[in-house]
């Protein structure tokens, strides 16, 4: 997956690259005190790990990050950080841990305007329906199919944002690329 740049060839100058990148957290241990507090297991570390190499394969190192504040979602960023090399402080967000996707909307809104890559660590169902409002209808199809199989733990939806993040809404993007997790 090679997400598109912008054409510098039209002259638009103020026309910068935008990529959010809407991740579901890595596997996590089934109990915990309370759920907030479940951490990832091997199995999630492993595939968190995964996702950071595709990442930086990718070259979708995050430039901002907006992270849950539950444990497995910190843990998540925290691996990422590893094996991706970003030197991104997140915006660790308790509204994040319940968002649903208009809430989710509102929280990446919020981006800095010069933000390039944007990664969103969130929770199923927020974080499939939010990819999946965000899609202009126009997403390349085998990424389209993808994640219409599912939006397992450590995936990753990549979408191509067309508008200022300021401006961000339902269809304001393209889904030009998905991580389906290892395996």
């Known amino acids: 997956m090679s997400p598109p740049l ?56 995050p430039t901002h990050a907006f992270v849950s504040s539950a444990l ?12 991706t090399g970003t030197r991104v402080d997140p915006v660790i967000d308790d509204a994040i841990y319940t968002a649903g996707p208009d809430s989710a909307l509102d929280i990446l809104r919020t981006a800095p305007e010069d933000a390039e890559v944007v990664l969103y660590v969130g929770h199923n169902p927020t974080a499939a329906s939010l990819a999946h409002l965000l899609d202009d209808g126009d997403a390349d199809p085998e990424a389209f199919r993808a994640m219409s199989a599912g939006f397992p733990t450590s ?11 300021a401006e961000l809404d339902a269809a304001s993007a393209r889904l030009v690329g998905f991580y389906p997790g290892p395996g």
């Open 72 to 83: 497995r979602t910190q843990d998540t960023w925290d691996m990422l950080v590893t094996t």
């Open 155 to 165: 995936a990753m939806a990549v979408l191509d944002v067309q508008v200022p993040w």
């Open 6 to 61: 912008p054409d510098s060839s039209s002259g638009a100058a103020s026309v910068r690259r935008r990529l959010l990148v809407v991740m579901r957290h890595g596997k996590a241990e089934s109990f915990a005190p309370e759920d907030h507090r479940r951490r990832l297991t091997d199995r999630g570390i492993r595939e968190v790990q995964g996702a950071g190499q595709w990442l930086a394969e990718e070259g979708l190192v």
